[in-house]
T-cell receptor, first 114, second 116 residues
């Protein structure tokens, strides 16, 4: 079974631009979560989606948004990019949303904002 | 509030020696605990988890972890370290009392270096 895939793997943008990242979960997985990883803040939760509904959102500004499609694929968008948005963005999928469910991570999209 | 602490930023161990990567947690109720490993320029790979039951959990690549409720710890262990185990290790907790949310709270990570 293929793992979580994320596209693109690398991205360079300039301040003020917007960016869209894509995530395809493991086949059959209906839950997708997004995390931001930076050297200073570590791994921080962005959003969680299940069956096209956002279940939970982390403490990020409104510039960060996401959505999930009927095939469970998910996208996240960051508008008006800032230098501090440079990070590795990780997507994780799980079969369901029970507390014991394991999240499986993709390779990430590395975003550099200049 | 939930939190995870990994008190050691860096752990060095000689190849063939046992290794321990420490993790303590703070959460209301019974915790759901996870260990992940991250290799350079890669995402996180799941190693093992504790949900309930036996306090000693066995996972991938020969790793195991011991859940200790009284010490609120979930240390990762391996009897004999390999050079290929060198990576960044993350402990994570899921808050059982947070309804409608399934996200993980991660520790700051511990860089393990296995010396040949």
């Amino acid at each position: 079974k293929a793992g979580v895939t994320q596209t693109p793997r690398y991205l360079i943008k300039t301040r003020g631009q917007q960016v869209t990242l894509s995530c395809s979960p493991i086949s059959g997985h209906r839950s997708v979560s997004w995390y931001q990883q930076t050297p200073g803040q570590g791994l921080q939760f962005l959003f969680e989606y299940f069956s096209e509904t956002q279940r939970n959102k982390g403490n990020f500004p409104g510039r960060f948004s996401g959505r999930q499609f009927s095939n469970s694929r998910s996208e996240m968008n960051v508008s008006t990019l800032e230098l501090g948005d440079s990070a590795l963005y990780l997507c994780a999928s799980s079969l369901a949303v029970t507390k014991g469910e394991t999240q499986y991570f993709g390779p990430g999209t590395r975003l550099l904002v200049l | 509030a939930q939190s995870v602490a990994q008190p050691e930023d860096q752990v060095n161990v000689a190849e063939g020696n046992p290794l321990t990567v420490k993790c303590t947690y703070s959460v209301s109720g019974n915790p759901y605990l996870f260990w992940y490993v991250q290799y350079p320029n890669r995402g996180l790979q799941f190693l093992l988890k504790y949900i309930t039951g036996d306090n000693l959990v066995k996972g991938s690549y020969g790793f195991e972890a011991e859940f200790n409720k009284s010490q609120t710890s979930f240390h990762l262990k391996k009897p004999s370290a390999l050079v290929s185990d060198s990576a960044l290790y993350f402990c994570a907790v899921r808050d059982p009392t947070q309804t409608g949310a399934n996200n993980l709270f991660f520790g700051t990570g511990t860089r393990l270096t296995v010396i040949p």
